[in-house]
């Protein structure tokens, strides 16, 4: 039975579409572990939360209460020397988080993990022509190569488990989730974008890999979904924000980043979305 509220990580968690789900996500109850790379603003994100209550009286005596609220890891999930996704002491994740113990899968431990968004990821506005190689790289590995890695070393050091069978309702508890995975795709991904090859061919592997790992991981009971934001207000797309751009949207205006949050809330809590793939672009996609 699960005696703790379910942990969400969120990498890119410290603003914009990331801060938003992590803030729906506490107000339900959810733990959340955000991912940055500037501590500062992680240290804000987190005390902008919405606070848990008192930690359960079952909480084992070896294992600190604190390590079961709202949480921050600083540091870059592109990093390879030394990699960031490691459980190598100097690995700020493993510091944060040490790899879990083998437990039975609805065991609690401050280590696990129930629900992995993979919010990180970097923009661009350039001509291919005109694209730096280095620049290339970092909006790749930023958005797609990271993604991959980081899911990956959860699910093999058993951070993210999946479940042999099917848990009975009887068994799940209270705040039980099943295991899932929500990828932040963009519209350039399957669209296009003027200016964003980089960024849109990155976001078309976001969908790929979404899709590849949702056939993989279903015999293993793992959830893999995805969410499809249009044009959202925020600090990454405030020099988009045009009268023009705006006309040519059929609902007329920007989404909300908390209008994506509500997506993936649904994601979590919809134990029949597998490989679901939610586009939220107020009607761009279909014009």
Request: proline share 6%.
């Amino acid at each position: 039975m699960a005696t703790h509220p379910p942990h969400v990580l969120i990498t890119g968690g410290s603003r914009g579409i990331g801060l938003a789900i992590a803030h729906l996500f506490a107000k339900k109850a959810y733990r959340c572990t955000l991912i940055a790379r500037s501590e500062e603003t992680l240290k804000n994100a987190v005390l902008s939360l919405h606070p848990l209550p008192n930690p359960s009286s079952q909480t084992s005596s070896q294992t600190p209460d604190n390590m079961f609220q709202h949480s921050y890891i600083s540091g870059d999930i592109t990093h390879q020397t030394p990699p960031f996704w490691s459980t190598s002491p100097t690995s700020p994740f493993s510091q944060h988080l040490p790899r879990p113990p083998s437990l039975s899968n609805n065991q609690p431990h401050p280590s696990r993990i129930d629900i992995l968004v993979n919010c990180a990821g970097i923009t661009q506005s350039s001509l291919f022509i005109k694209t730096s190689h280095e620049d290339l790289h970092s909006i790749v590995a930023t958005n797609l190569t990271a993604m991959m890695t980081g899911t990956k070393f959860l699910m093999r050091q058993g951070y993210l488990r999946g479940q042999a069978k099917k848990v009975d309702d009887e068994a799940k508890g209270d705040g039980y989730v099943s295991p899932v995975v929500i990828n932040v795709a963009s519209l350039l991904g399957i669209s296009g974008g003027y200016g964003a090859v980089a960024y849109a061919a990155s976001k078309a592997g976001v969908l790929g890999f979404t899709r590849a790992l949702a056939a993989e991981y279903a015999s293993h009971r793992v959830r893999v979904n995805a969410i499809v934001p249009g044009y959202v207000t925020s600090d990454m797309t405030t020099s988009l924000d045009s009268e023009a751009l705006r006309q040519r949207i059929p609902l007329g205006r920007f989404g909300t980043a908390e209008e994506i949050a509500q997506a993936a809330l649904f994601l979590v809590q919809n134990e029949y979305a597998h490989n679901c793939v939610l586009n939220l672009d107020g009607g761009l996609s279909a014009v």
